[in-house]
Structures are given as structure tokens and as C-alpha cells.
């Protein structure tokens, strides 16, 4: 399991799980996990674009996330936000349709693009990899105190000069950086996967929004070191695994949070832990 | 009987003439009123009678389509420092993983880019804030599991913790039993008080106010009528404000708002507290 | 035999003469009806995600009644009810928290169908199993299936017919509603079953793109159009079925416009169409609104 060729593999997925930790902790704080599903998803027809003019698959990627999060930040305006994703996931995915018709012949990568091919990760992948997915963190902590405060209180946000629109849009980017980071080495599946259940699990153990965002980072570590582990070992498809512990550690978290408030009388009414 | 606009070092808030319409249909019409530093100012009206639009256009929110605003002697903008705002409906998710100091800290720097830095001073500003609301007993919970008057509490000390020279409340009383009421109004007034903030306080009744109201802002149909309270809430004047007849009664120190017939978009009689329940 | 997908049919010539063809247009026409009728209170009740994650999740329920030898649209079916019952349960009101739990059921839910076209793959190859789950439907449906689908797409209308009321009151005023007795929890499980099957039946006959296509953009073209539910839900399915025909036809016609004599898929033209249409009745609209207010009179 350990060999040279899965050092890649355990690399590559570590770099994306914190990533993928960070940005999701705002994601589910947003509300916006149709925005995780729909920016890889919709990035994917990029990729079958970029193929079959011959260009890069990260070009593909990187362009249609970025098309999709203008899209679904300019709909978003006038409609609310679920319409505007939806239709925009639609036109991504009704082009990629358009662009597979076209040809019979595809770069093998793309396939593996939905489902995920951690295993299939080269070494020279790392590095812009680890770039990008460091842009992503340095623009989460950039973003880190109005995205909070807009995401908490939009409308006092409003009235200190944080428009919301822009943060959204400004989210939006970060989270088509991710996509593109991510998509070429876990796939579109497991980068949704990881952008949603660690973050959702995690917020039902601490109310400190960092201890959130820690802990988030540490779920998604165990979800997809696991799934590898598991995958390799079974040789099922780790799509599964990540989505199936994914599951599973947020029905935990679920479960703690009916338990609190059960069994706590005083819960959000007096000061429990520092 | 509206004040005439005086420019003097202590005036916060000038509102001059101020009309404003919003698709096609105009909310207020030639408002004017001040307010000085430090003063507690009721602005009292019905739901529609243009409150929150009021508070827009003064938040920079809103431009106005005839009239001016003066903050602190300033032509109003966006994101004016000077200004606290606690928003009607507050409802936070209980889901949210931010805790009540957390979120009076963003009050400081939240506008700010970057990362809130936990220095002992932001600390003991926090502290002190909540120490001022009473919030110090639920510091440390999630905000989305407190009570409405908890989160309430909340967004105060998140206003008034960057010191502003201006406090805007967004009726909150509504939906709160008299004894809450009167909790919040003095807190207010109290907080206000120590911070010399100016308070304008939104209300669909001034009776829990009248204790610590300096002077009345009363709106109707987009229209105000501004003074003192003696002045402004009689049979005469605000007849003339609503536009048909209506009574003023006084009841030992509470007042009793009648309209002299029953119509639709009015303000109804508005019910008094019962003597010896202060 | 109804294509796997209408995405995919190769249009020939003698097309409305073609069985197929008017099998497809039938049931395109059936999967656009319901989704409209349905779609307008996805939309009004801010579910736009589940009803898109239903098409996805369906598939693993679909795979794996294939796997057993079942009809892929039961398994769909069962799949979609299961999943509609457990983000129900969850019982999260606040629309954030029901999008995450939404989001991680079909997280879940595409593991699974990981799973189970892993070991399916005897029929279909695993690649291009997995493009067609996300673009078209991997299923095929036998044509005496027709009247099964629309007897299932008929009880998803009725679902929704019968809750009608309720269900406005209860998407526009919760609190109103809950003053008023209705029972919200009822009302709310029933309409993610009748949303469940109008998904399942559109995403396995059309493809999944067009069952979220047909079911937001035509229902939120028409609330653009009119507030009154019942004049949306008429126009949503108008427009829903206007858009499935007029794609078909420019698939068809599609298949002249290159040498090569490919055509461009169904979904394409159909999905534009939808989204080109909702870009222009939101221009009419907004431009319509800003008139009213500059031509306003200034006030006295």
C-alpha cells in the first residue's frame, strides 16, 4: 500500500483533503453544497471540451468551473441561488453533452474524472497541485472575516460595507480553484464529497468556527486516507467509501447534536466549555 | 411640528427633506428630523409606514430621490462607522458552529480582510461588551441556540462594540412580552448612555419608550411629525399627520392612541400598559 | 425499444414517421408535463437541489435492481422514495441545513452507484457507464413500459393535485399554514414522493441533464411570468413540453448541418432552449419592472 506509486496517491489526496477541509467548512456554513456538486460536475464538460480541441484538461477544467461560478453568481442575482445552480449546472452539462457527441475518441483521463482515479496521479501533478490548492487557502484566509460575517448576518454585513453579491462571487472563485485542483486527482465525486460531509460532521462537535474548521480538515483526512486504504485493500471503487464514511460521519454528528440538546437542559443558555 | 434643521457641533443625524420611492411608489415624502449626540429618539409608526426604509436611506443603503443626509456633519455613505445597526429579524442557524463572542467580535473587524487576531486587548474588549449586555452567561454558546432576546442582546453589543456615534434598532420589541420589552429598553438606554450613543429606536408604540425617550419620531403614510413628546403625540397634531381624526388619551403616565374610525393600513388603537405593571 | 437516451439517438430521415421518434416525443412530452406541474413548487419551496441529486441518486437504486434482475425503474423508484424519506427524516427545516443533508445523501447515493456499476460490469463498460449516468440514462426501457410510465407519472400529478393547497400555503407561509392545521410534515413527505417519481420516471427516460432542465427552467420561467400558481403550473408544462419538441426538431435537423452527419444531441438543444427562453422572459421582466418605476409621476 505504501509502495512508490501510492506515495502519489496519499500525497495527492492529503493535499486535497485539507484543501478541501478549509473551503468546506464556508461551504456548508453557506448552505452551499448544490454550488460544491455543480461546479465539478459542470467543470467536467470543460475537461471533454479541452479534449477534443486538443487542450489541456486542466485548461478544460479550469475554464468551466470559472464560466460555472460566473453563472451561477450572475443568475444568482435576480433568481435565488438554487434555481440559478441548477441552470447552470444544466447548460454546463447539456455543452458536455454536446462536446462528447463529437467525438468517439477521449483522453482516457476524462472518464476517470467523475468517479475518481486517485491511483492514477503522477508525480508532476503534485506540484501545481499543491500551488493551487495553496492559492485556495491563502484566499480562504484572506476572505476569512467578511465571508464569516455575511455568512452569519447578511443583513448587518450589508450595512458595513460587505456586499454580499461579491462575496458570493468571490466564494464562488474559490471554490472553481478547488475544482480545478482537485477534479484532475480525486475526481468529481469525491471532491463533493469532501467539500460537504467533513465540514457537516464537523460543526456538530465545537461551536468555535476555527475548532470547526480544524476538525473539518481532520475528517477529511481519515474520510479519504481511509477510502484509500479500504479501496485498495478490496479494490472497490473509492467513490464509495469517501461517500459511504461521509455518510457516516455526519449521521454521528447528527446524532451527537439531537443527544446534546436532549440530555443538556441548559444547552445554548449558559457557558459550557471555553 | 417638525424641528428646523440646525447645523450645531453635537448633531448626528440631520435628515432634511428627505422623500424616497421604491418601484414606483413612494414610501416617504418630505421627511425631515435631527437628532443630537446622545440623544434616545422613539421613531414610531405601523408596519408599512415606511421605518425601515427610513433606516436604508440613512445607512447609505438607499438613495433618496429628492432631500439630504447629514451623519456627523457628513454627506452619508456607504458603510458609515458611525453607524450600529440591529436588524429586525435576527434568526441564526443553530447549526452555525460560532459562538456568541465570536460574534461580537466580528463586530470590531469584521469588515476587515483576513484573520481575527486574539490579542488580550480584543479580548477584554469583548468581555467588557458582553459584560454590558449580560451576555456573559451564554459567551460561550452558539449563537443559533439562544432565545430571540439572547441573540438580540447579541447583535446590540455587536453594534455598539466599534463605538458608534449612531445606534439604529429595528423594532425590537416586537414579539416580546411586556416584561421583555421593558428589559430591553433599559438595556438600550443604559448601554447607550454610558457610550453616549445616539439612539433611534423603532416602535410600533411608545409607551415602553416613554421612560427614556428624549424625543419622538412619529411616521405615518411616509410622513413624520418630530419634537417632544408633549408636542407631537396630541389629538391636533397627529390628526394632521394621519390625515383623519384622531384621539389622544392620557392615562396616568401611559398614552392611548385611538383612531377616530376603523380603516385599513392605520395605525389601531393602541393598547396601554395597566397602571402599577412598570 | 425506448432509446437509453434521447440524448443519444441518431436522428434518420423519416423522422416523425419513425417509431422511436414518436415514442420519444411522447414520453418527452409526458416527462415535461409532469416535471412542469411538479417543478413549480420545487422551485417555490427552494428544492431545486433535490430534485436534481433524485436523478443522481436514482441510479443507484437503478443499478442496483439491475444487478438483481428487477426493472431499473423500480429500483429507481425505490431508490428516489428512500432517499426522498431519509432527507425528510433528517427533518432539517432551515433550507441550508436541508441542502447539506441533501448533499450528503447523494454523496452517498453516487458512491453506491459506484459500487454498483463496478460490479455490473458485464453489459456496460465501466467508462461509459459512468458518462452516462452524469449526461444520459443508462437504463433501457422496454415500450410496453409506456403505460407504466404514464400511469407513475399520472400518480405524480395527482400527488400534487391533491395537495395543492396546502401545499401553496405551506411554501409560501409555513407559519401561517402550521396556525392553520396542516399538517407540514405530511404535506412536505408527500410532495418529495411525488417530486421522487416525477423525478425517477423524467431522469430514466429522458436523461438526467433533462430531468433537472425540465424541471426548474420551465417552472421558473413561468413564476416569472405570473404569480398565480395555477396559470404557472400550466405554463411551466407548455413550456416544458415546447421546448422537449422544438430541441427534438433541432436535433433532427441538426443531423443536416455538419458533412459528417452526426447531429448534436437532444439534451443540447432542448437545454438551451429552456435556459435561452428563461434569459429572455427575465430580461422582459426586469426591463418591464424598471419602466414602471422611472415612468412613476413625482409625487405631489
Not at chain 1, 475548532?211 to 473539518?216: K, R
Not at chain 2, 428646523?4 to 448626528?12: D, F, G, K, N, V
Not at chain 2, 411616509?222 to 384622531?246: F, K, M, P, Q, W
Not at chain 2, 389622544?248 to 397602571?275: F, K, M, Q, T
Request: glycine content about 10%; charged content about 15%.
Amino acid at each position: 500500500m505504501f509502495s512508490q506509486f501510492m506515495i502519489n496517491a496519499w500525497e495527492a489526496s492529503t493535499i486535497v483533503a485539507v484543501v478541501a477541509g478549509i473551503v468546506g467548512f464556508f461551504t456548508v456554513l453557506r448552505g452551499s453544497s448544490f454550488a460544491a456538486h455543480a461546479l465539478p460536475n459542470g467543470a467536467f464538460a470543460g475537461a471533454a471540451g479541452a479534449s477534443l480541441i486538443g487542450a489541456s484538461t486542466i485548461l478544460g477544467l479550469g475554464v468551466f468551473s470559472l464560466l460555472g461560478a460566473v453563472g451561477i453568481a450572475i443568475l444568482g442575482r435576480r433568481a435565488r441561488r438554487d434555481v440559478a445552480t441548477a441552470l447552470t449546472i444544466v447548460v454546463m452539462l447539456g455543452l458536455g453533452s454536446l462536446f462528447l457527441s463529437m467525438s468517439t475518441e477521449y483522453a482516457p483521463e476524462i472518464y476517470s474524472l467523475l468517479f475518481g482515479e486517485v491511483l492514477g496521479v503522477s508525480s508532476n501533478e503534485l506540484l501545481p497541485t499543491a500551488v493551487i490548492g495553496m492559492i485556495c487557502i491563502a484566499a480562504i484566509i484572506v476572505l476569512y472575516r467578511p465571508l464569516l460575517l455575511t455568512s452569519v448576518v447578511p443583513d448587518v454585513a450589508e450595512t458595513r460595507g460587505i456586499k454580499g453579491h461579491w462575496m458570493e462571487f468571490a466564494f464562488l472563485l474559490v471554490v472553481a480553484l478547488v475544482t480545478t485542483m482537485a477534479v484532475p486527482v480525486v475526481g468529481t465525486l469525491l471532491i463533493f464529497s469532501l467539500l460537504v460531509s467533513p465540514a457537516a460532521a464537523a460543526r456538530s462537535f465545537t461551536n468555535r468556527p476555527l475548532a470547526a474548521m480544524g476538525l473539518s480538515v481532520v475528517l477529511a483526512l481519515v474520510t479519504v486516507w481511509s477510502a484509500i486504504a479500504l479501496s485498495y485493500t478490496s479494490n472497490l471503487p473509492i467513490g464509495f467509501f469517501v461517500g459511504t464514511i461521509g455518510a457516516v460521519t455526519y449521521a454521528i454528528g447528527r446524532g451527537w447534536t439531537v443527544r446534546r440538546r436532549l440530555t443538556w437542559p441548559a444547552f445554548g443558555g449558559a457557558s459550557l466549555r471555553p | 411640528m417638525a424641528d428646523t434643521a440646525q447645523s450645531s457641533s453635537s448633531e448626528i443625524l440631520a435628515v432634511a427633506n428627505v422623500s424616497v420611492s421604491l418601484s414606483g411608489r413612494e414610501i416617504l415624502r418630505d421627511v425631515s428630523f435631527r437628532c443630537d449626540a446622545g440623544e434616545f429618539i422613539g421613531l414610531i409608526g405601523s408596519n408599512g409606514a415606511g421605518k425601515t426604509t427610513l433606516f436604508r436611506v440613512i445607512m447609505g443603503l438607499i438613495a433618496p430621490t429628492s432631500g439630504t443626509i447629514r451623519v456627523a456633519g457628513k454627506a452619508r455613505s456607504r458603510r458609515n462607522p458611525l453607524i450600529g445597526y440591529v436588524p429586525q429579524k435576527i434568526g441564526l442557524d443553530p447549526d452555525m458552529p460560532i459562538r456568541a463572542r465570536d460574534l461580537v467580535g466580528l463586530g470590531i473587524d469584521g469588515h476587515r480582510f483576513g484573520m481575527p487576531r486574539p490579542t488580550a486587548k480584543r479580548n477584554a474588549l469583548i468581555d467588557a461588551m458582553l459584560d454590558a449586555v449580560d451576555a456573559t452567561s451564554f459567551a460561550n454558546a452558539r449563537v443559533g441556540n439562544l432565545s430571540g432576546g439572547e441573540q438580540q442582546r447579541i447583535m446590540i453589543a455587536h453594534a455598539l462594540i466599534s463605538r458608534p456615534s449612531l445606534l439604529l434598532l429595528d423594532e425590537p420589541l416586537a414579539n416580546l412580552d411586556i416584561r421583555s420589552e421593558q428589559e430591553v429598553v433599559s438595556l438600550v438606554a443604559r448601554v447607550a448612555k454610558v457610550q453616549h450613543v445616539a439612539v433611534l429606536f423603532a416602535a410600533h408604540g411608545m409607551n415602553p419608550l416613554l421612560p427614556v425617550m428624549d424625543r419622538v419620531v412619529y411616521i405615518a403614510g411616509g410622513r413624520v411629525a418630530s419634537g417632544n413628546t408633549e408636542d407631537v403625540v396630541t389629538t391636533e397634531s397627529l390628526s394632521r399627520l394621519y390625515g383623519r381624526h384622531i384621539d389622544v388619551i392620557r392615562v396616568h403616565d401611559r398614552v392611548l392612541v385611538v383612531a377616530g374610525r376603523e380603516d385599513e393600513g392605520l395605525h389601531h388603537a393602541e393598547l396601554a400598559a395597566p397602571p402599577g405593571s412598570a | 425499444m425506448i432509446p437509453a437516451s434521447i440524448g443519444s439517438a441518431i436522428i434518420e430521415p423519416g423522422f416523425f414517421s419513425s417509431a422511436p421518434v414518436q415514442v420519444a416525443l411522447v414520453v418527452g412530452a409526458v416527462a415535461a408535463v409532469v416535471s412542469g406541474v411538479v417543478g413549480v413548487f420545487t422551485v417555490a419551496r427552494g428544492q431545486s437541489f433535490a430534485g436534481h441529486s433524485l436523478a443522481d441518486v436514482g441510479t443507484a437504486g437503478g443499478s442496483a435492481a439491475f444487478l438483481l434482475g428487477i426493472s431499473p425503474l423500480f429500483g429507481f423508484v425505490a431508490m428516489n422514495l428512500i432517499a426522498a424519506g431519509v432527507m425528510e427524516l433528517i427533518g432539517i427545516r432551515r433550507r441550508r441545513g436541508r441542502d447539506i443533508a441533501t448533499g450528503v445523501v447523494l454523496g452517498a447515493a453516487l458512491g453506491l452507484a459506484a459500487l454498483f456499476l463496478y460490479f455490473d460490469t458485464t453489459s456496460t463498460s465501466t467508462t461509459g457507464a459512468t458518462i452516462n449516468v452524469l449526461f444520459g440514462s443508462i437504463f433501457t426501457l422496454p415500450s410496453s413500459m409506456v403505460p407504466v410510465i404514464v400511469a407513475l407519472s399520472a400518480l405524480a400529478i395527482a400527488i400534487t393535485l391533491f395537495l395543492y393547497r396546502p401545499l401553496i400555503l405551506s411554501s409560501l407561509s409555513p407559519d401561517l399554514a402550521a396556525a392553520r392545521g396542516i399538517p407540514l410534515r405530511f404535506v412536505g413527505v408527500g410532495f418529495l414522493a411525488a417530486l421522487a417519481l416525477a423525478v425517477s420516471l423524467s431522469a430514466i427516460t429522458i436523461g438526467a441533464i433533462l430531468s433537472t432542465a425540465l424541471l426548474i427552467g420551465p417552472a421558473a420561467t413561468a413564476l416569472r411570468l405570473t404569480k398565480r400558481t395555477g396559470f404557472a403550473v400550466a405554463a411551466a408544462a407548455v413550456i416544458g413540453v415546447g421546448a422537449t419538441w422544438l430541441g427534438v426538431v433541432l436535433a433532427y435537423d441538426s443531423y443536416y448541418w455538419t458533412p459528417s452527419h452526426r447531429g448534436w444531441p437532444v439534451s443540447f438543444f432542448v437545454v438551451t432552449v429552456v435556459f435561452v427562453l428563461y434569459l429572455v422572459v427575465n430580461l422582459v421582466a426586469t426591463r418591464r419592472a424598471s419602466g414602471r418605476r422611472t415612468s412613476a409621476p413625482e409625487a405631489r
